[in-house]
């Protein structure tokens, strides 16, 4: 199902190039995840309103009903993990607030606890991963903070076929500047990944980032999301998305995969795509 953005009427629509920047700003720029009757925005729709009042109540919003055959099944559930990063662990941020609101809609929710600082390797994780039986398939969605993103793309760099949807929270792939933790990080980012077949079996790839944040620069996100040939969804003021900036909640994650993940809009890129894409 192709996205569609609804632009006010001082705004002119162009072409978004693949590492371009999303402002994600409250009362701009705001995901409509409304149901699909009756002719109302359609899942994976995204709508600019010039405040936050005209997408309280739909306007602007004129997007044509979707046709049946467009419209996939929701499935029985989704199968989601949420990774932690480094010094971090289950119980932190807004890891049990996004469990608890998932498996009341009925979805299982997965928190493995990896063994950081000590024995931080990404075989000790993969070997603690490995501990809960995970079974990635089409009904999976993959959620990493921090380091944790790294691990989605390690995790999705050995898959046969894709997920549904892979979030990266305050990703990276290089090191940090910061001696006090660089060398916990090695051996996620030492090694060339394939990007190409990441992006093909990431499904539905979301990158948060945010322009405060005092470990991840804005450039550190940047390189990563080039690397994936994907755009960056800037939070503003979220810090490291941790506790300490106020992150024990994070609504708009939740929003989207409540919209656009369980509507089935996770479809991987086609080679076709992926062809126009030679940076990855």
Not at 74 to 81: S, T
Not at 192 to 220: C, H, W
Request: hydrophobic fraction near 40%.
């Amino acid at each position: 199902m192709k996205a569609l953005r609804i632009f006010g009427k001082n705004e002119k629509a162009a072409r978004t190039p693949p590492n371009a920047i999303k402002i994600a700003e409250p009362g701009f720029l705001i995901r409509a995840f409304a149901s699909i009757s009756g002719g109302s925005p359609m899942y994976g729709q995204e709508n600019a309103y010039a405040n936050s009042g005209d997408a309280a109540v739909g306007r602007r919003c004129h997007a044509a009903k979707p046709s049946p055959e467009s419209i996939q099944k929701i499935p029985e559930f989704l199968d989601v993990y949420i990774f932690h990063g480094t010094l971090g662990h289950s119980e932190e941020n807004w890891f049990p607030y996004l469990k608890k609101e998932l498996e009341a809609r009925g979805h299982k929710v997965t928190v493995p606890n990896f063994p950081t600082p000590q024995g931080q390797t990404l075989e000790n994780w993969m070997a603690e991963l490995e501990r809960h039986s995970p079974k990635f398939g089409k009904n999976t969605v993959l959620i990493g903070h921090s380091i944790g993103a790294a691990l989605i793309l390690h995790i999705l760099s050995k898959l046969d076929s894709p997920v549904r949807a892979a979030y990266l929270v305050a990703g990276f792939l290089k090191p940090l500047g910061m001696p006090e933790y660089d060398p916990m990080f090695e051996t996620f980012i030492q090694e060339p990944l394939p990007m190409r077949k990441i992006k093909r079996n990431a499904g539905l790839l979301t990158l948060f980032q945010s322009e405060d944040d005092p470990y991840v620069s804005m450039e550190l996100g940047k390189h990563l999301a080039k690397k994936l040939g994907t755009a960056l969804t800037i939070v503003p003021g979220a810090g490291h998305f941790n506790e300490k900036a106020g992150y024990v909640k994070f609504e708009q994650l939740l929003h989207d995969i409540t919209g656009r993940v369980e509507a089935g809009a996770g479809d991987a890129p086609s080679e076709k795509f992926l062809a126009l894409m030679p940076w990855i």
